[in-house]
């Protein structure tokens, strides 16, 4: 399997965007991890305009999540803490993700949050219901299925701080809540 900074013909960036949206929810997962950004998207673009990932369908309801274009500039995402880390690539793995992605989007309703696989993170026993997935699941899932694998560990096991440890991540930027977007 190819790793993610091997061969790179035209290089392409992916970002992964670490955040913490202060919600009760992510309150009680830190409570647990003991790490402050507990929640991965995928991004396309560094002005994060192009961000997806598997959470809440509705902002106003935790318990219906699934596959969710974001809005990292409203909504959970307006007061958020987060930090922008950048993936180069091969145009080919590039576009390989950029195809996955747009197929969960197609099926979209097909999918559903794997609220049983956090527990199993707690247990170290991967649990990967078919059509599934929580954050950072899909995540390094996605990477993985591109050949560009981001952490040394099956995507049913991943938590954030895992893609945060990444070698095949270069951080750009954190941003505090209640701060505009920069570099």
């Not at 991004?43 to 974001?70: C, H, I, Q, T, W």
């Not at 080919?92 to 794997?114: A, C, D, G, M, P």
């Not at 219901?129 to 050949?147: H, K, L």
């Amino acid at each position: 399997m190819m790793q993610v900074n091997e061969m790179v013909d035209k290089e392409n960036h992916i970002y992964i965007v670490l955040s913490d949206t202060g919600t009760w929810f992510t309150k009680m997962i830190q409570l647990y991890t003991k790490t402050p950004l507990n929640h991965a998207s995928i991004a396309f673009d560094p002005e994060l305009n192009e961000v997806y990932s598997f959470g809440r369908k509705n902002p106003m309801n935790p318990f219906v999540g699934g596959f969710v274009k974001e809005d990292m500039r409203g909504g959970l995402f307006k007061d958020a803490t987060f930090a922008v880390y950048r993936c180069s690539m091969s145009e080919s793995q590039f576009l390989t993700i950029r195809n996955i992605v747009q197929h969960f989007e197609r099926e979209s309703h097909l999918y559903k949050y794997n609220l049983p696989g956090l527990l199993g993170v707690m247990m170290n026993i991967p649990v990967a219901p078919e059509r599934a997935y929580f954050c950072s699941q899909f995540v390094a899932s996605v990477f993985e299925q591109a050949g560009a694998r981001l952490v040394p560990k099956c995507a049913a096991l991943t938590t954030p701080a895992d893609l945060e440890r990444s070698g095949a991540l270069e951080l750009m930027f954190r941003r505090r809540s209640n701060l505009p977007v920069s570099a």
